[in-house]
Structures are given as C-alpha cells and as structure tokens.
C-alpha cells in the first residue's frame, strides 16, 4: 500500500477535469481486501526477482553506453571536429510498463533512443547502430522493423527482450538532464520522432496526474492480469494494450483519490459498466499547443468521429490510443466490464473470493464456429517477419467481415498466436464466428464472405519483402475439430456433456471450486444459461465453407474425404459468450444451423457446450455499498458524459479506416492469379469461403445445396445475396449503419439502430 513519497496530491487538491466521485478513505475491510489481492498477485507470479530486476538495470546501463559510443562514431564518419565529437550524446529512457512500474518477469522493456540532428534514423540508427548490436556476442535475435508505424529495432540483451524506437531531435548537443516532457521538444520534428516521442511523454504524464502512484500500479498491475486472463489484452487484435489500460485506471484513482486497490478495482468494473462510450476518456483538458500539431478533436476533425472507444493520452498533442477497437471488440469488452462489476459486488458481499474474477475465458468453449489463419513461411526468419505482417493485418479482417456482412456476422479475435510442434515454421490464429444478437429469426440474412476473404489476403500479400514459402491460409473449423495444440500441454480438455443435436445445450459450471452455497445459484452454475429477452437471436443456418488446397487457397473439391457433405450439424446455433443477465435458454428446434461444410479431414472428437458467462440475481445486495450511494456515484458517472464532445456520439459503425488503408485503396493493383508469386490463386480461378446467414422455421424446410466442384455452383443463385451486399473492392460505396449510443447503464451491450 502507498507510503511516503508515492503521492501526487496535495490536500484537497484535484487531479482530473471533473472532481473526484467520492473523497472517502479505506476501511479495515478494503485494507483486508487489498492486502489479499497483493498475495494473489504475487503468488501468480506476476513480481519479478530482485535478481531479475537488477540484471535489468545493467542491461540498460550497458545500452547506454552503446549508444553514446555510437553517436559519437557518426559523429566523426560524418566529419565533425574532435569538440563535437567529444561532445555527442545519445541519451537512453524508458516507457511503458517498465517505467510504469508493473512490469513481471521476462517482460520486455520499451526504450528511446534520442539523438542529435545528425544522426538519423534510417542510415546511421537502422545502419551503423543495427551493425553495432548485430556484433555484439550477448544480442540476440535482432529484428529490424523500419517501416512500421513507430520504427523499432527489437532484440534481446543478455536474455532481456527489448524494444528500441529512435527520436532525433533539433539539438546538436543532447543533454544529459534533457527533459523530453517539454513541448518545445517537439519543435521541427519530423512525425516519426513525434510518435517516439509520445510514449515516454506519455507515461511520465500519466504518472503525474496519478493521486498515488503505488496504489495505481497495484491496480494496474491486476487489471493487465485479469486483461490477459479474459482475452482482452491486445491492441493490434483490437482490443486494448498496456497503455490503454494504464488510461483507464489512471482515471479511477483520478476519481476515487482516496481509495486502496480493492476498491479501485471494484469502482473501475462500476465507471466503465455505466459508461457511454463513445464520450471520450480523459485525464486532462486537451491542449491545442503552439506547434500547430494535430489533436483528437471529433468537433473539428471528420476521422476522430469513428472512435468507437476514445480513450486520449495526456501528452501534447493529445491523441485516441484505442483507434484499433472495433464494434466487435467494443461489444467484447463491454460484456466483460458487466461481468466483472457483478462480481465486485459480490466480493462487496464477501461471497466470493479473488480467484473468481480472474477465471480464464474459456474461448475456444465459448463459440461452435470458427475462423483459423494459418501462416507458414521457409525458415525462422521469414516466419517472424510474416507473422508479424500477418497480425498486424488481421484486425482488417475483423473489420471486413463486420462491414461487408453489415455487422450482421460479428468476429471474435483470440489475442495470440498459436504453434503446432510438429509443424516448423508455422503458426495460426483463431477467430470466434457468431451471428448478431438482438435479430428474430425471420430477418435472418444470407452472407458470402469469399470476396472478403480474397480482399484480405490480397491485402496481406502486398508485404514488401514478400519471399517464396511465405503463405496464408484461411479455412473455417467447428469447435470439436479445433486442434489438440492449442490447449494447454496439447491435451483436448474434456467436455462436460455433449449436446445433441437439436437438445438444448448442455450447462457447465463456471468454476471448478467447491460450490459455496453463501453464492448466487448462478456463480455456483446452477441455473441454466439465458438470454436477455431482447437478444432473441436467428440461427446460422446453410452455412457453407470451402476446402483448403496445398497451395493454400480455400478451394472446393468437390466431395473429399473431410466433406461433412449433406448433413447437418445438429440444429445448433452460435452463440453468445460473456451474457450477464437475465439470459434464457432458447429450444434451438427450428431455428438451427444447417451446415453442409466441404474442409479436411477433421478430429471427430465432439466438444461439450460452455457456459462462459456469470449470472447474479439483481437483488444480492452489497453489504459494504448502500444503494444512496451507488445512485451518487451513477449521477455522478452520467454528469462526466456531459463534456464538450457529447454532441458526437452518433458515428458511423464502421471506421473510415478501411478506405484510409493503403492496402485497402491499392488492392485493385493486384490482378489475377498470385500474391508476389505464390501459388496462392484468387476466388476467380478457385473456390474460396462462403458463409451463409439463413433461418428456418423446421427442420424439414432446410434448403438443399448442391456442390459439383466449381465457384458458380457453390451456393444456388437464389441463395446467395444480390451482388450489391458482396461489397468488393470495386463495387458501390457501402451502405452506413449508424449507432445510436445509449446508456449501459441499461443494457449490458451496444444498442444499436439502423
């Protein structure tokens, strides 16, 4: 807990642009809760060794030195006198979790270089300096990343994994007391040093605008723990990274100045349930500065109007750090919020315990269909650099899908990648598939993703430094054939019961601990699972995927011997992990998935149904919390929604993004049969991916599909959708949903209207 020397505040004083919620100090009972949550997080591992954190001390030291030898090397190979030379610096800093102070053990450390006006990045930091490093006997692994959006060189050091960004400044001399939190900093700087730049200025913020800094790294540190434990941690999947968690919970302090761990953590699920994104989270006023630089500003800038979940850094000029969240994702962690808040407040009650909040999501439970991404490339090499295109690529497709199905086929990105040992040089991704929620049966629509699929790995495949070896492959898996590798020790867990077809999906209970009848009879998983009576959901039916073939591409082939060919797949629908309330078990009879699916061969082993969700009956009280002052704390919350940007919460669904993506806009350059000369061919030559989005009303008036080997025969004519809604790359511009935000405070997820 914080001591002395580890607060920001001064009496009375507020840190924020609103005052605080509530000014109240700890009670013996949040001094109890805290000191458990710092022995669960300790006892899960998440502190490094004393030893660990000094071998990460020498490393920087020693990195230190390297970069002041080697300015001064640039600075004689460029001709400067012996004065100057002896004068060059290079100074090293530290941002992100590491300088955050929540760092565990083998966790990366973010560094910045920052160099004179000489030495530049692309010649003298990814030349002489990538030369340097590669020499030396304890780096490792050196990967050079100049062309990405903030430049990076990564390698290891003795073991420790680092990240190097570059900043060149104006100066010809670096200080060694340089403060880069100055604006002036920033003077003639060219854009990538600004985005460098921004994460130290960042963090350093961040830490001044906390009322105690010990207390917000306790809890930030559990909230980027129970991120990772509920597949929520990851921002290039579109969901949210370290600094954007730092934002969120650098908020709560703001608000709750006063208030150890455990309550922050509680008032964080409480805040952002009630939250009605997208009004923008901030920890300071927006400053327009004197350099002229841009900043978020949905008032006068079109593009920040998208942001879906605006969550803005402190630090001129002020910018949206979650820009990648996409309706999806949004959705994701929305329900996540819920879940966590509900139980808050049952720990309030001192009915259940920490281990409750950090279950692991049990994704690959969670949905019965699935999209998996297969990357393979020649060597070690070439799959590093691959992989790491391929993620950065995968949240357009998330986003493709949401907007050429109109947001009707909702994606769930798993955030990492998986590897198969019996396969080198491999690795894949998974994304889980369910249809929108909230559609009654008879609006079901009928989607054809083949064109979306075919836009994305053309996208892909205009990688620059694109070798032979390097391919992608794309293929759609049920839940029981999802492969063995992808969980824990390579063992398949067992399901609980397998649901028939047609039966109702079978109940598991959320937590392998002894069930604690002081709990709700839905944390005990007692209760069968439920729907909100407005999510009243149409099925996937007729949903039809093709093959894949050795080249890679998603092929039909006819009747091969992984083909599922005319049967059905139970009347089973997809569906909806992460529903808190009030959800009921619907009959699947009538409203199932018929689903004939030509893929290889796969694993006949079944997987049982999961209940991912927790459910609380609304009338548990908190003991701790009386209901006066929840409802100050809700006014409270819905006053902050008042600010200078509520008049732009109306946006488009989707982000404009797609358009901006210079792989999106140049796709038409890409012609006919290959990516940079692979075998991978295009859908106009080959079968790709059909996903179709049908009802029915009984079994016995499911449409029959037939298949003969070829494209215009995968889906009849009078199944597929007209042309317009395949939403190519070439076609007319896209119809716009639009969303109209409403208060979470009363539904768990987005409402949204056409």
Request: with cysteine; net charge neutral; hydrophobic share 35%.
């Amino acid at each position: 807990m914080a001591g002395p020397g580890f607060g920001n505040q001064s009496s009375g004083q507020r840190l924020g642009i609103t005052e605080p919620i509530s000014w109240s100090g700890p009670t013996e009972y949040d001094m109890i809760k805290t000191r458990e949550l710092e022995k669960f997080l300790a006892d899960v591992g998440l502190y490094e060794s004393q030893e660990e954190a000094i071998s990460r001390e020498e490393v920087l030291g020693r990195l230190d030195q390297i970069v002041k030898t080697w300015v001064k090397n640039v600075s004689r190979a460029k001709g400067l006198n012996e004065q100057l030379v002896q004068e060059a610096n290079a100074k090293i800093f530290t941002f992100g979790s590491y300088r955050l102070g929540v760092h565990g053990p083998g966790a990366d450390i973010d560094t910045l270089c920052v160099g004179p006006r000489h030495a530049t990045r692309d010649d003298d930091f990814f030349g002489e300096l990538q030369r340097m490093l590669s020499e030396m006997p304890e780096v490792s692994e050196l990967h050079p990343v100049p062309d990405a959006h903030v430049p990076v060189l990564k390698f290891k050091f003795s073991g420790i994994s680092i990240d190097l960004l570059y900043a060149k400044l104006s100066l010809w001399v670096i200080p060694e007391d340089l403060d880069i939190s100055q604006e002036s900093i920033l003077q003639n700087a060219d854009e990538q040093t600004v985005r460098s730049l921004n994460g130290c200025r960042v963090t350093d913020q961040i830490l001044r605008l906390v009322p105690n800094i010990q207390n917000f790294r306790t809890t930030l540190r559990c909230m980027r723990y129970w991120a990772k434990r509920r597949g929520v941690y990851s921002n290039v999947a579109g969901f949210l990274g370290g600094i954007n968690w730092a934002l969120l919970v650098a908020r709560i302090c703001q608000l709750y100045p006063n208030a150890l761990p455990n309550m922050l953590v509680s008032r964080f699920f409480r805040v952002y349930t009630q939250w009605r994104w997208p009004n923008p989270v901030m920890l300071c006023e927006i400053e327009d500065g004197s350099l002229g630089l841009p900043v978020w500003d949905p008032r006068r800038n079109p593009k920040d109007r998208f942001h879906l979940m605006p969550i803005i850094t402190p630090a001129y000029p002020c910018m949206n750090s979650s820009y990648n969240v996409s309706s999806s994702t949004l959705r994701i962690m929305t329900n996540e919020f819920q879940r966590g808040n509900e139980i808050c407040e049952v720990m309030d009650a001192n009915k259940c315990n920490w281990d409750k909040l950090f279950e692991l999501y049990p994704f690959f439970e969670a949905y019965k269909n699935y999209l998996q991404i297969d990357v393979t490339a020649a060597n070690a090499a070439d799959l590093m650099n691959w992989k790491g295109w391929v993620e950065s690529r995968l949240r357009q497709l998330t986003l493709k899908i949401e907007r050429h199905t109109l947001n009707m086929l909702q994606c769930h990105p798993h955030p990492g990648d998986f590897s198969d040992k019996s396969r080198p040089f491999y690795c894949c991704y998974f994304m889980g598939l369910q249809r929108k929620q909230g559609v009654a049966a008879n609006e079901g629509e009928q989607f054809d993703i083949r064109l979306t699929v075919e836009e994305f790995k053309h996208a892909v495949g205009m990688y620059n430094t694109w070798k032979p070896g390097m391919e992608i492959r794309v293929c759609h898996v049920k839940r029981r054939s999802i492969p063995a590798f992808v969980f824990p020790s390579g063992v398949r867990p067992r399901p609980t019961k397998v649901a028939g077809e047609g039966r109702r999906p079978s109940q598991t209970k959320v937590s392998s601990h002894t069930e604690d009848s002081s709990l709700p009879k839905a944390l005990n998983g007692g209760s069968k699972r439920k729907r909100d009576d407005t999510d009243t959901a149409t099925s996937l039916n007729a949903k039809r995927i093709a093959g894949v073939g050795e080249s890679g591409e998603l092929v039909h082939e006819g009747r091969p011997s992984g083909c599922i060919g005319t049967s059905y797949l139970g009347n089973a629908s997809l569906e909806t992990p992460g529903k808190i309330f009030n959800e009921k078990v619907e009959d699947n009879m009538g409203n199932g998935l018929e689903n004939p699916i030509c893929l290889p061969q796969a694993s006949s082993q079944n997987g049982g149904e999961s209940d991912a969700s927790l459910r609380l009956d609304p009338s548990t009280p908190a003991d701790s919390i009386s209901l006066s002052s929840k409802e100050a704390e809700k006014l409270a919350i819905e006053k902050m929604m008042s600010g200078p940007y509520v008049a732009h919460q109306t946006f488009p669904q989707e982000l404009d993004e797609l358009e901006d993506d210079p792989e999106y806009k140049n796709q038409g350059k890409i012609t006919g049969g290959s990516m940079k000369g692979s075998s991978m061919e295009s859908s106009a030559t080959k079968g790709s991916l059909i996903v179709s989005l049908t009802t029915s009303t009984a079994a016995g008036s499911r449409s029959s599909l037939q298949s003969s080997g070829k494209l215009e025969e995968l889906e009849p004519p009078e199944l597929l959708p007209p042309a317009s809604s395949l939403n190519s790359a070439t076609s007319a511009p896209k119809p716009v949903l639009r969303f109209n935000f409403t208060s979470l405070a009363k539904a768990t997820g987005e409402s949204t209207k056409t």
